[in-house]
Nanobody, 114 residues
Framework: QVQLVESGGGLVQPGGSLRLSCAAS????????MGWYRQAPGKQRELVAV??????TNYADSVKGRFTISKNDAQNTYLQMNSLKPEDTAVYYC?????????WGQGTQVTVSS
């Protein structure tokens, strides 16, 4: 059974930075892509960034140039968030899309406020 655990969320001032981490436990045999999603209060969950097994990345327009997704293997992914804005406030979830299924973390709160 694959489990994902996010960390790195917290409270930061506008313009600040945070780095989210997602670590997987269990055996992942074939990884298609890893992604980060977020959900703000009263809004639908939205895709923030995705990285394919090839390393190709894609970002939501709202975070392009500010956020960077990366991975170091098939078990860990990261989201570097710079120049944070109040509208980035949300619960952030990591997502692994694999041959054996789609897995979600429990979420980590990011709050951008002065």
């Amino acid at each position: 059974q694959v489990q994902l655990v996010e960390s790195g969320g917290g409270l930061v001032q506008p313009g600040g930075s945070l780095r989210l981490s997602c670590a997987a436990s269990g055996n992942i045999f074939t990884m298609y892509n890893m992604g980060w999603y977020r959900q703000a209060p009263g809004k639908q969950r939205e895709l923030v960034a995705v990285i394919l097994s090839s390393g190709i990345t894609n970002y939501a327009d709202s975070v392009k140039g500010r956020f960077t997704i990366s991975k170091n293997d098939a078990q860990n992914t990261y989201l570097q968030m710079n120049s944070l804005k109040p509208e980035d406030t949300a619960v952030y979830y990591c997502n692994f899309n694999t041959y054996t299924g789609v897995y979600w973390g429990q979420g980590t709160q990011v709050t951008v406020s002065s």
